[in-house]
């Protein structure tokens, strides 16, 4: 028999830290005391709860090697996961295999026969999902008011434009002299494979005819307003312009 602990942490200077993770793992000490276990195995990592626990690089480490009779405690349900059928679908593993998963919070073992225990699970996992999908509009409420504000999103910026300190686009010169370039060759007739070709060969930069059309439709609409996100540039009229996909 093995007991392990897992602890995760999902912002990299808790990680690196250690704080929320020493908590963790004190709490389990803890509890594995009052039931007369002693910690064997310790796994950490630095992972988002939306990933399923087998697709964790610790994860799936313990998964290989979890046998008849071990213990795997976690300090909280939402370390674990936070997808309900995800983890509905492991406790069902877990059970099948003869292993026992506890968790802290709940305050025991979860795959045991015990009818309080799975109701509780199941509440529980169900609130850990919807406050993954709180966060999840929570960060983009906070997307949409940067979008309001003008500022950048985070993810890839346009081409054409810089991110300055205060988290504005600005025009990239050298990357503005490549769209006129652009602009002036469209303007002789040019087709957008041809652009393509003609500005990969003077910037040593591959262009593709889609991402040419895609940048000259952008700015054809030249007050741009917004930067939407990872992929997208929001025009005034509402419009997304993907260029990341292209």
Avoid at 125 to 154: C, I, N, P, W
Avoid at 211 to 216: A, E, K, P, Q
């Amino acid at each position: 028999m093995t007991v392990y602990f897992y602890g995760r942490c999902s912002a990299s200077e808790n990680f690196e830290k250690g704080s929320s993770l020493a908590t963790q793992l004190s709490k389990c000490k803890s509890y594995a005391d009052i039931k007369d276990l002693m910690i064997d195995e310790i796994y950490e990592e630095q992972s988002s709860g939306t990933v399923p626990f087998e697709r964790r690089d610790k994860g799936f480490e313990i998964m290989s090697k979890l046998k008849r009779n071990d213990h795997l405690i976690c300090s909280a349900l939402d370390r674990f996961g936070r997808n309900t059928l995800n983890l509905l679908m492991l406790v069902d593993r877990f059970k099948q295999k003869g292993v026992k998963l506890h968790f802290v919070d709940i305050g025991g073992e979860v795959t045991g026969s015990d009818a309080i225990g799975s109701v509780f699970l199941k509440l529980l996992s169900v609130f850990a999902e919807f406050y993954s999908a709180q966060l999840s509009e929570k960060q983009q409420a906070t997307k949409d008011r940067m979008g309001l504000e003008g500022k950048h999103k985070g993810g890839k910026k346009p081409f054409g434009y810089d991110v300055d300190d205060n988290n504005y686009l600005v025009p990239c010169v050298k990357e503005q002299s490549t769209i006129s370039l652009m602009k002036l060759l469209r303007k002789q007739g040019k087709t957008y494979r041809q652009i393509a070709e003609t500005v990969t060969r003077s910037t040593r930069k591959k262009f593709t005819c889609s991402w040419v059309h895609s940048i000259l439709k952008r700015e054809d609409n030249i007050n741009i307003t917004q930067y939407c996100g990872s992929n997208g540039v929001m025009f005034p009229n509402g419009n997304v312009q993907s260029e990341l996909s292209l």
